[in-house]
């Protein structure tokens, strides 16, 4: 079992920058798919970005390639999110997510969650 503790949520003016952290507990962190999801007010929550154990594969949602970039440090046992080019609707609260299963975009497919960091874009 792991938990999952994220951080680095905030207020931040469009266009402008942030990154997430996600420290996960115990001793098996490199056996865990990673991923992002994000939920906003009123919508369904939606996958963002997911990375392997080794972190040399990576996926992204097409609303958020070229601007994020996921990324693992199996030694700390965080995943981090970096947000670049933020937009208005980026504006959700952000999931960090683990899996034992192989990487996948779809929130069933992992089993441990964190508890959400906010991130609000302003115009």
């Known amino acids: 079992q792991v938990q999952l503790v994220e951080s680095g949520g905030g207020l931040v003016q469009a266009g402008g920058s942030l990154r997430l952290s996600c420290a996960a507990s115990?001793?098996?962190?490199?056996?865990?798919?990673m991923a992002w999801f994000r939920q906003a007010p009123g919508k369904e929550r939606e996958f963002v970005a997911a990375i392997s154990l080794s972190g040399g594969s990576t996926v992204y949602a097409d609303s958020v390639k070229g601007r994020f970039t996921i990324s693992r440090d199996n030694a700390k046992n965080t995943v981090y999110l970096q947000m670049n080019s933020l937009k208005p609707e980026d504006t959700a609260v952000y999931y960090c997510a683990a899996s034992l299963r192989r990487l996948g975009v779809k929130s069933d497919q992992y089993a441990y969650w964190g508890q959400g960091t906010q991130v609000t874009v302003s115009s």
């Open positions: 115990g001793r098996t962190f490199s056996s865990y798919a």
